[in-house]
């Protein structure tokens, strides 16, 4: 009697709780909208937090390369937090430097190019020798490209006022100064406290996991960490050596708007495979515009050399082996993402992506590893059985 009472207690708890939660998903629908504006919100008032984290991964890298060389090269103690007071001090001293330098001239830039765009075409078109070359590119390429841009008003984008709203948008979520300063001081405690904040997050797991579960987490939060920091590190990185190279060399060259077509291509780079062709693409156009099909062709040379000497040896030197991956797994990721979520999907689709090419990976190896178990039992059954 006793044990039919406690079977019906349970049967009466189960359903409740399954009611409960149909309740719950139900007034979740329902009220879909306001909690919704309560998750933008929550996101919102955890921003400085989000950006610590993303400022962190970024300067993960160069804060572990500086203290390596520290420990190697001297004896001090304290190597982390010189290595930290360095990185951020280069850092602030880029910033400063792009804001006040790079930028004006960005703009500068793109204002003379915006209002000089039709003398550039007409220039090219009564070129004879430019016209037998390549009648199609002209008519079929440079003059829609050229019709396109005077149609859009790039002046009233990039005026001070203009770009004051830009930085104001960018840093909406963080735009007070104590939650800047919030975003940076969590940005210094992460790297400074790695290792502990990564224990804690293990220790308590495993007190709220079985032993199996936790294995998995242990394993799939340690290789996850590795690599969104060895990804967003090593892109934002590879992106400004390119910016920089590639604005010196076209420079070099004569290329008219060099910094602007150089950050132009480092900020491409960001986004996996598309990113460097577009941004050459685009920027071979221009120069074609501004200075002929001659410099168009050497630049082009020049900037695809760049952009192997990158793909094989300065990417390699900063980017984790563990994000090689094949290349239309990379374009099948970049595109679902861009598609869904625009230049930020595109941009954090690579480690998604790589993540759960682990996961199903593990899961396949462990599947088969158990088929072939389960039939070299059978076997040895079957065997034992004749005899």
Known sequence: MKKEKIMGTKKWIYWVSIGIILIVIYKFLDNFSGIGKWLANLFYVLMPFVIGIIIAYVLYLPSKKIENLFKKKTKLKHTRGISITIVYALAIAAIS??????????????????SNIQTYYNAISTDDINFDIAPWVQNNILKPIVEYIQEINFEQWFTPEKIKTYIDSAFGAVKSIVNIFIAIICSIYILAQRESIVDFIKKFAKSIMKESGYKKFDKYFSSGNEIFVYFISSQ???????????SVAMSIIGVKYSILLGVF?????????????????????ITLLTGGWKQALIMAIVVIILQQI????????????????SPLLVIFAVTVGGAYFGIIGMFISVPIITLIKLVIEDFINVRINDKENTLKIESEEIADKKE
């Open 97 to 114: 430097i792009i804001i006040k330098f790079i930028i004006p001239i960005i703009v500068d830039s793109i204002n003379d190019l915006v």
């Open 310 to 325: 990158d793909a094989n040896i300065i990417n390699p030197k900063i980017t984790s082996s563990r994000l090689k991956i």
């Open 265 to 285: 291509i480092g900020i491409s780079n960001l986004i996996p495979y598309f990113g460097a062709i577009v941004g050459v693409a685009i920027s071979v156009i």
């Open 236 to 246: 934002v990185i590879d992106a400004l050596v390119v910016a920089i190279v590639t």
